[in-house]
């Protein structure tokens, strides 16, 4: 009897235990809960806008979202509610807390709101990967075509008339239109004999994913119905994926309609009248446009821009403007909520969270600089942004894809030679913006190429800083001494002056895996700190006239990319080497000698 009463007791004593333990849980792990909570509620906020602009944008085209994507958003509203209840009360249910967290003044009321924490959480990492993709249904007939009066176009006259002439074809049925965000494409339609309005089933505008035209309702065009489908994207795999008969580019404005455009927003006054002021609008418009032969002009940069100075009367107004949108235009905010915001919506299309990064990599390059498409993949990989992996020409192919993917989202522009790839000015400025959080951690990357920089920049916090990018300045000495922790990319190129760097500037740098000092003609002397850099995966040395390489470079147990002029002789501890693929007795294994070109 004894022996079952023990038995019993100590089932008891367990359920107990365990019963005890998984109530005190909400408190001991209340505050790594409340962290998580607080990580995951911006991006339970980002996919709710998201979708609700994509069924925004369907709606305008006749389409009406699904029950599904309703349902979503309601719960993630709600959800939303709740978590910004339990953050508000986050303070004072933390100040109950004692004894490291292990104990509360009040437990039961503590218990309770641990239980909600725990909850809601779980709820909003379910919810979050339940998200739709924003399925839509036809409500009904297609919108009727109707003429709009309009103001005439300017510069997109040939592609308006060689659209028209496309859709009087009979094997079109179905016309892609692709370019970069921030053009207003009108489709004039009449009626003709040859071609009736309502045979034009759907003018999609701006899509992002392929549509299955008979799930919305819209028979597939044949040359028996004669139906015609045009659409617009930002992509050129969209028009792929559509199975476009054909597929036009809507080409940027060369420098003359793009002047014209810019100058519209000043009818009715006298701004332009200032000779000074005139020539100061000139500058803008060629930011706005984003230089080199030929300029390429952005329609809705030169719009919301020329809107913004139409009224300002005085130079340093103008200058101010030049200025902003020289260092950043995220900080100008007709340009942030009217542009940055709207070309992001390409950049929150890229499905790969990879091509996110690679793409917000491609700002640290020199504005309308030609970009080495070798240079970018061998970046990318020492970044790890891409995994090498242990195959490194399908590696070197999966960076060049990505290249190709950016291109075609119209995202990164072809240059006159296939080796090369640019970025426009504005798309520039919006990739800053996304990796400075938008705009709030300004630091994160630092940009100052082509800057006339005649000594380091000022630096609020040099721990934020991530990537760091200096290029065609006329620093001649560096001899600061920063606290990098965060630093994993430092390009400090093509500089005639910069004859010194100090030894101490390499100090405190423990993650940098990117040192591309090449081109800097008269740079003879690397300090031995630069054996620091053990994190170092990529350098650059090439065309520089260094004479003596640290003896420490047998650290660099990760490098795999080294550059440097293998023609010539060099000093390392105290002997005359010859280079080139005897690099490897100094400890660097699978080390690669190249001379990229940037710029």
Request: hydrophobic fraction near 35%.
């Amino acid at each position: 009897m004894g022996n079952v009463d023990s038995s019993v007791l100590s089932s008891g004593l367990q359920a107990a235990k365990k019963l005890l333990f998984e109530k005190a849980k909400y408190i001991l792990d209340l505050e790594d809960h409340l962290k998580d909570l607080e990580k995951v509620k911006p991006d339970l906020e980002d996919a709710k806008v998201y979708l609700q602009e994509k069924l925004e944008m369907n709606a305008r085209n006749g389409l009406r979202r699904h029950e599904r994507c309703k349902d979503w958003i309601s719960k993630v509203e709600a959800i939303e509610r709740k978590v910004t209840k339990l953050l508000e009360d986050k303070t004072a249910e933390i100040e109950r807390l004692s004894m490291c967290g292990f104990c509360s003044s009040n437990f039961f009321l503590t218990y309770c709101y641990g239980k909600d924490v725990l909850e809601t959480l779980e709820e909003v990492q379910s919810l979050l990967p339940s998200k739709p993709s924003g399925e839509v249904v036809r409500t009904g007939p297609p919108p009727r075509i109707e003429e709009i009066a309009t103001e005439p176009t300017v510069g997109l006259e040939k592609m308006l008339e060689t659209t028209w002439s496309l859709l009087m074809e009979k094997d079109v049925g179905i016309l892609g239109l692709y370019g970069m965000g921030g053009f207003e494409v009108v489709i004039f339609v009449w009626v003709s004999r040859d071609l009736q309005v309502e045979k034009i089933q759907n003018a999609i505008d701006d899509i992002w994913e392929k549509m299955d035209l008979k799930k919305i309702g819209i028979p597939l065009p044949s040359q028996e119905n004669g139906s015609k489908v045009v659409f617009t994207t930002r992509s050129k795999d969209v028009c792929a994926r559509m199975r476009s008969h054909h597929v036009l580019e809507v080409k940027k404005l060369d420098e003359e309609n793009a002047w014209e455009l810019f100058r519209r927003n000043f009818r009715g006054n006298n701004t332009l009248s200032d000779p000074e002021i005139l020539k100061l609008a000139r500058q803008l418009c060629e930011k706005c446009e984003g230089s080199g032969p030929p300029c390429e002009g952005l329609p809705l940069a030169l719009n919301v821009i020329g809107e913004t100075m139409a009224y300002k009367t005085s130079v340093p107004e103008w200058q101010c403007a030049i200025d902003d949108l020289d260092s950043n235009a995220g900080g100008y905010p007709e340009v942030e909520d009217e542009i940055l915001k709207i070309l992001k919506f390409s950049y929150d299309d890229l499905k790969d969270e990879r091509v996110k990064q690679c793409f917000q990599y491609c700002a640290l390059f020199p504005q309308d600089a030609g970009i080495d498409k070798d240079v970018l993949v061998e970046y990318w990989i020492s970044e790890r942004i891409i995994d090498e992996g242990g195959d490194r020409k399908r590696t070197i192919n999966e960076g060049h894809k990505i290249i190709g993917d950016l291109v075609r989202a119209c995202l990164l522009m072809t240059v006159d030679t296939s080796e090369k790839v640019k970025m426009h000015d504005v798309l520039r400025q919006m990739a800053l913006w996304v990796a400075s959080s938008f705009g709030e951690k300004d630091e994160n990357f630092i940009v100052k190429t082509c800057a006339g920089l005649k000594e380091m920049p000022k630096v609020t916090d040099w721990k934020a800083v991530r990537r760091m990018s200096l290029g065609r300045n006329e620093i001649r000495d560096i001899s600061i001494s920063p606290d990098c922790l965060n630093l994993t990319t430092l390009l400090l190129t093509r500089s005639g002056t910069l004859v010194n760097i100090s030894g101490k500037f390499f100090q405190s740098m423990p993650k940098l895996v990117i040192l591309d000092l090449s081109t800097n003609i008269n740079l003879a002397k690397l300090p031995e700190e630069v054996s620091n850099l053990v994190s170092l995966r990529h350098l650059d040395l090439s065309r520089t006239c260094l004479e003596n390489l640290p003896e420490g470079l047998g650290k660099f147990i990760q490098l795999r990319y080294f550059a440097l002029r293998v023609d010539r002789r060099y000093q390392v501890n105290g002997k005359f080497e010859r280079l080139g693929d005897k690099y490897q007795e100094y400890g660097c294994f699978e080390t690669s000698f190249k001379y990229p070109q940037v710029g």
